[in-house]
């Protein structure tokens, strides 16, 4: 009983650690990708970060 009992929290854990090196890895391929120009920066919801004609409207 005592077997099941780690080898089932030990495949748990592992599956936990698999999955975060995943998004680790997937995170820091997607920001490299960015600062590359190969995938572009997700638009704020709120439209803050809009640089299209407001920016230099009164210079």
Do not use: H, W
Not at 23 to 50: H, I, M, S
């Amino acid at each position: 009983m005592e077997t099941a009992l780690v080898l089932g929290i030990g495949g748990v854990v592992l599956l936990l650690l698999c999955l975060f090196t995943t998004f680790v890895l997937l995170g820091r391929r997607v920001r490299r990708g960015r600062a590359e120009g190969r995938y572009q920066y997700r638009a704020k919801p709120n439209g803050t970060y809009d640089n299209s004609s407001s920016c230099s409207g009164g210079v």
